[in-house]
């Protein structure tokens, strides 16, 4: 079967060269097939690939995939840096709901440096910064070639780290807390997976807003520390969840309002405690589900609090024809990391690294800072 489908690859990209990702990056054979002399063509690509869905750190390898032809309205870009999220995790293993088909390149946004272009390409030049927008399958690779229309320029003195990561967790951040409850300054939110990056930009996002911001996060080493990391990016209150192991988790809130919204991503206990923080009325937001338990709703929130559960993905959001908006908002996120009121912790690591990065993303290190290849 694996023979099959590399065999769709080789038809789809022309000859490969299999590297042993264990090692390094050299080929350990070289057979590419030339197509058309007088067509443009990329440089060829490394790239991270999987040929079947299952456990990510067995089933991808870093391979080269033979250069492709420029056409008209190409652009071909010179990524520099993506990173690992969980979804990208999920599509690996086959259980996000949309996937590019197998065989496939990993990662879903990033960012890149424009290498050459198409006949027809205007508005951008060699050496501007690009990223996906709205991200698209197929980053984790060293050249990717696609039509105009998918990329937007950003400026070049972004740090690369945030270019790379401001689309699928930022912005997530940013249409939740606008487009659920109609907050306003002086509000609160409660929210749990704090430490994820999705859950530091709320911190930051509310806390420009005038939203107060209770959060909740997981016990494990280190938690205190991260605790301290949450509240200098402008968290309120920081509990673990065996800090709220009490009859009434209200008395936690002192001054802060009531939430009437709260954001769920983790499932579990911790869905649980977002929903005891919140006011009568209000209405928790699942957005993910990284301890991969359900969430038990008491009969008593529905009934006496009248509590509502929603959801959010983002990916649905942005084949809404929201496009355009959804560069706008890049671009204002981008402003917040510029003026220095967004930011959140990264480990840059070398694409020869790949691998370890991908233990680091899958836990098996222990809690780890989101991880960024760096082409
Ligand atoms: N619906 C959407 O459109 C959308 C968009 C973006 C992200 N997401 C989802 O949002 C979530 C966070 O993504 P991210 O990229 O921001 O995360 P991230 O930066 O990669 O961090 C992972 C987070 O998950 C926590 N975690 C890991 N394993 C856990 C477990 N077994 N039980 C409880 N918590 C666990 C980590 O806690 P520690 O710090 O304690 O390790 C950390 O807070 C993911 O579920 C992702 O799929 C959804």
Redesign the pocket.
Known sequence: MASVRLATLKALHGSLSIFNPSQSLMPRTQTYTVRALSATMSPPSSAVVYEHHGPPDSVTRLIELPPVEIKQNDVCVKMLAAPI???DINRIEGVYPVRPQVPAVGGYEGVGEVHSLGSAVRGLSPGDWVIPSPPSFGTWQTYIVKDQSVWHKIDKNTPMEYAATVT??PL?ALRMLEDFAGLKSGDSIVQN?A?????QCIIQIARAQGIRSINI??D?AGSDE?KEKLKKLGADEVFTESQLEVKNVKDFLANIPEPALGFN??GGN?ASLVLKFLRQGGTMVT?????KKPITVSTSSFIFKDLSLRG????KWMNSDKAEECRRMIDYLLGLVHEGKLTYEMELVPFNDFHTALDKAL?KLG?QP?QVIKF
Not at 287 to 291: D, F, P
Not at 312 to 315: A, G, I, V, Y
């Open positions: 999220n969980p979804s699928v967790n997530t997976g430490t994820s990056m999705v859950g996060t997981r494990r991260a991503c983790v911790a957005y993910g589900g990284m301890s959010f993905w983002l990916q836990g809690s989101k």
